[in-house]
């Protein structure tokens, strides 16, 4: 059974940084490109960041770049999101999601990032 | 970057009616348009990809059609657990990959 598990969200003051990882099961992640995708409290989705099968080519949404950077590790099967001078608008849950073809197929449960004093 | 314009935000039917979601792009997105389910407190799933393609295990009450800028989602007869929140999305023309704002179906 495919499965992505994300994981390090949590309250974080602004300024601050966190790093969010996701876990692939039942799938080779050195197979697919994969994707953050987030979403505010009651908003819709929103693409964050792309990054493809070797880590070498990389996309951001305008909004985070310079501040967010995603990676990953094919052989520990992880995907990763460092998340740094977060800012209030970045509050929202986090999702990471498979690249297949055009869509996206697979995706995790989601994590809260909440960014506040 | 594309916009996609979903209408109309909130549909209000009754299981058994038929719903009929559509999605505009600002730009010509050939065939490349998915459909994204999405329950409260829950993941979205994907529903249908290549404008007409049904993911793995998508009931056929499901279907997609168009190309270009206008596309179509209709189920054909609802069934209670399709009570939620409907989502275009484009990776045509990228980055930025691209949502629509949702269409709400609701139990009238």
């Known amino acids: 059974e495919v499965q992505l598990v994300e994981s390090g969200g949590g309250l974080v003051q602004p300024g601050g940084s966190l790093r969010l990882s996701c876990a692939a099961s039942?799938?080779?992640?050195?197979?697919?490109?994969m994707n953050w995708v987030r979403q505010a409290p009651g908003r819709g989705l929103e693409w964050v960041s792309f990054?493809?099968?070797?880590?070498?080519?990389?996309y951001y949404v305008d909004s985070v770049k310079g501040r967010f950077t995603i990676s990953r590790d094919n052989g520990k099967n992880s995907l990763y999101l460092q998340m740094d001078r977060l800012r209030d608008e970045d509050t929202a849950v986090y999702y990471c999601?498979?690249?297949?073809?055009?869509?996206?197929?697979?995706w995790g449960q989601g994590t809260l990032v909440t960014v506040s004093s | 970057e594309t916009v996609l314009t979903q209408s109309p935000a909130t549909l209000s039917l009754s299981p058994g009616e038929r719903a009929t979601l559509s999605c505009r792009a600002s730009?010509?997105?050939?065939?490349?348009l998915s459909w994204y389910q999405q329950k409260p407190g829950q993941a979205p799933r994907l529903l249908i990809y290549d404008a007409s393609k049904r993911a793995t295990g998508i009931p056929a009450r499901f279907s997609g059609s168009g190309s270009g800028t206008d596309f179509t989602l209709i189920i054909s007869s609802l069934e209670p657990e399709d009570f939620a929140v409907y989502y275009c999305q484009q990776r045509y023309n990228w980055p930025p990959a691209t949502f629509g704002g949702g269409t709400k179906v609701e139990i009238k």
């Open positions: 730009q010509s997105v050939s065939i490349y």
């Open positions: 990054i493809y099968t070797d880590g070498n080519t990389k």
């Open positions: 039942g799938f080779s992640l050195s197979s697919y490109s």
């Open positions: 999601a498979s690249q297949n073809d055009y869509s996206y197929g697979w």
